[in-house]
């Protein structure tokens, strides 16, 4: 073993409960070990990637890492943290989702098969799909008590909640199906530990005692804290939804944005959870924070470690680019760079205008720009006094009446930003 996983993840404090004895079981030699992933989007969010990070932890102390995607359970939905049932899923979007996930884990596990410990992802539908309803209940559902599965928390408080909808049958069987993936695991590739959020307690307990009934073995249940935000709003979200590893669906300028807008006290908590930076780099860069913290350097490491981590190093430029867009950094070459998705991201809410093409190809002058075909000002005459006080900017540069707006000034092929002074920005769109 090249490090205790242990206490790799307590330091870093994603340990919040665990089975005794688990610490050493995975100091004796090689060990396997699960995470569950249900593939209910294409995309893996950053709720998962404290998930990812365990497994990836759990592979770096030598072990072997197991992602199981759930194809049969994301077809039912789990109860726990929920206080509605899932959508079901059909086969043929289930196994899109599948291979959307596989190519983004691969950015964080080294699935070799050349390596003793390298990663496998498995789907659970490939050894539920043919199990009838009564082998399933005539061999794992007679090992499990109704009293056992109703003690559990996620369960307590799906039936205790005011929801009407109660909860049905097929979520009730939902820790069942867990638990005998665990089993599954644990017979066909000697997988003794399932690791998972707090939340998850209940159903990882359940297969370490299917384990116990049915395999005659020990199986181990390894938990971490759910991620929250210290001013109590939920962590991954944004008033536009979660925060994707997608970059079609958060591009990587806005992935960026979120992990630079962490609070203080997050950041201390997330550069430990979500980088690869060792414990001495990490506490040097908290006292250097605490030192001169409107410098902010804890909230652009983090960001500047993750944001490389799940996109790519260009991606990270891009992005720092793009955020100096906001604070009158950038030059006009910065911006020819930006791609549309970003651009749109950076200016959203900006005021708009459309302008056909055509008035751009033959040159259009500055007080159209301005007033007459766009309305961005009230009138040519306020146009007029505004060239003259020096207080517009095309693309971040200063221009006079007497300027042009052409092709070569387009953004994306169809933009151009129109400065009012520090505080005034306007959007031309070219149609």
Not at 58 to 64: I, V
Not at 171 to 191: A, K, P, R, S, V
């Amino acid at each position: 073993m090249t490090k205790n996983f242990v206490q790799e993840i307590t330091w870093r404090g994603m340990l919040h409960d665990t089975m005794p004895g688990t610490e050493e079981h995975l100091q004796e030699k090689m060990r396997a070990a699960y995470v569950g992933i249900d593939p209910t989007a294409d995309s893996l969010h950053i709720g998962h990637l404290v998930g990812v990070m365990m497994l990836r932890h759990f592979q770096l102390a030598g072990h072997k890492p197991f992602a199981l995607i759930g194809g049969a359970t994301g077809m039912i939905g789990d109860p726990s943290g929920k206080s509605k049932e899932r959508n079901l899923l059909d086969e043929e979007t289930l196994a899109h989702n599948q291979a959307a996930l596989k190519s983004q884990l691969e950015r964080f596990l080294d699935f070799s098969k050349d390596e003793a410990n390298g990663a496998v992802l498995v789907n659970n539908y490939d050894w539920m799909k043919d199990f009838s309803f009564l082998e399933f209940a005539r061999d794992v559902g007679k090992h499990i008590t109704v009293n056992y599965m109703m003690a559990k928390d996620s369960v307590k408080k799906r039936l205790s909640s005011e929801s009407k909808e109660g909860m049905s049958f097929t979520e009730f069987t939902y820790q069942l199906l867990q638990g005998y993936d665990f089993l599954h695991l644990y017979n066909q590739h000697e997988c003794t530990l399932q690791m998972g959020g707090s939340d998850q307690w209940g159903n990882i307990t359940t297969g370490t005692e299917l384990i116990r009934r049915i395999g005659n073995g020990k199986g181990y249940a390894l938990t971490c804290p759910l991620i929250t935000k210290a001013d109590g709003t939920k962590f991954g979200k944004t008033e536009g939804g979660n925060i994707w590893l997608d970059a079609e669906r958060t591009s990587p300028y806005k992935f960026y944005q979120y992990w630079l807008n962490t609070s203080d006290d997050d950041a201390a908590k997330y550069i430990k959870i979500f980088t690869f930076l060792t414990q001495e780099e990490i506490e040097n860069l908290i006292k250097e924070h605490h030192e001169a913290p409107h410098l902010r350097q804890l909230q652009k490491k983090l960001a500047e470690e993750v944001t490389t981590m799940v996109h790519s190093k260009e991606d990270l430029e891009n992005a720092i680019k793009a955020s100096n867009v906001l604070f009158g950094k950038s030059t006009a070459d910065d911006l020819r760079t930006l791609d549309e998705k970003t651009f749109l991201d950076i200016f959203e809410g900006v005021p708009q205008a459309e302008v056909k093409h055509s008035l751009i190809e033959s040159g259009m002058d500055m007080i159209a720009a301005l007033a007459a075909e766009t309305n961005f000002l009230k009138s040519n005459g306020e146009a007029r006094r505004a060239l003259k006080e020096n207080s517009i900017s095309v693309n971040k540069e200063k221009v006079k009446e007497d300027y042009n707006i052409t092709e070569k000034d387009l953004i994306s092929g169809k933009y151009i930003i129109i400065n009012k002074g520090k505080k005034n920005t306007y959007i031309i769109k070219a149609i």
